[in-house]
């Protein structure tokens, strides 16, 4: 289990899937992943600055003005010397301006206190301003290849299908966790969940486009037909969330689920 799963909820079942689900998934990604400009010549600082300039905005919308901010300030060290007031300029257009505020305290912090160098334990990553427990793991996995899964929106959506599990909401956030961290590819963490968002953000929208999906036979919501119901909006029910935890079993045609826990 990657370390900083918080997981002080007891009977979260255990989960184990079937290596070649991650397989499927990672040659679709291999295939059809976008040639996005945050791909190219990737750094643990310009990971951070693209997922920061993700936050509540569209990568349409992100990507040129990324494209200008990484010009300005293609290493850390020129964002920590940088005034508020032009990092300010360079964030025209995206919004929410204490992001760009606590990307420059971070930075600063980064150049000050780690020389620069982006850390590699959880814990020293989340004493960043700005870096939250998503944003960490996101810039761990993805520029350092360590086996911390991640969770946005769309992994929750994709995650939720594929085992059929019904809860929302932040209090469903504990078991999301164990099922990502249960579906991690450990040998690509980084593509492996940059895969799971993208297929969440392409393919396994709101309204799945299933017959595109290289995950359809593994998946839980498909098979029962629920698909677009899951996952359920976040109300007042209070029943086990979880109808089905299950076992990949390697020899059966067909998934298999059992309880693990
Ligand atoms: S089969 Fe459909 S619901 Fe299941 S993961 Fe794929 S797109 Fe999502």
């Given amino acids: 289990m990657p370390a900083g799963l918080k997981q002080k909820e007891v009977n979260l079942p255990t989960y184990e899937f079937d290596p070649k689900t991650n397989l499927k998934l990672r040659n679709w990604f291999v295939q059809e992943k976008r040639d996005l400009a945050f791909r190219k010549n990737r750094t643990p600082y310009s990971t951070w600055v693209s997922e920061i300039m993700l936050q509540q ?45 606590n ?3 971070g930075v600063q912090k980064l150049v000050n206190e780690f020389g620069g160098k982006f850390p590699k334990t959880l814990e020293e990553a989340l004493s960043l301003p700005g870096v939250g427990p998503y944003t960490a793991r996101a810039i761990l996995s993805i520029s350092y290849n360590l086996p911390f899964a991640v969770l946005d929106g769309n992994a929750k959506r994709v995650l939720s299908r594929l085992v059929l599990f019904k809860e929302s909401g932040p209090k469903a956030d504990p078991a ?51 698909q677009e119901s899951i996952p359920e909006m976040e109300k007042k ?25």
């Fill in 57 to 101: 905005t569209r990568v349409a919308a992100m990507l040129p003005l990324y494209e200008k901010f990484i010009h300005r300030f293609p290493k850390p060290e020129d964002l920590a010397i940088a005034e508020e007031e032009e990092v300010f300029r360079y964030w025209q257009g995206l919004g929410y301006y204490s992001r760009a505020k």
């Fill in 103 to 105: 990307l420059l305290a």
């Fill in 176 to 226: 999301l966790q164990k099922i990502a961290d249960s579906f991690l590819n450990l040998d690509f963490p980084g593509d492996h969940n940059e895969a799971v968002m993208e297929l969440g953000a392409r393919v396994c929208i709101p309204k799945p486009l299933c017959n595109e999906c290289p995950l359809q036979n593994d998946c839980l919501a498909y098979q029962n037909g629920v």
């Fill in 237 to 261: 029910k209070k029943g086990n969330p979880f109808e089905y935890s299950f076992l990949y079993t390697k020899n059966e045609t067909r998934n298999t689920f059992n309880s693990l826990s």
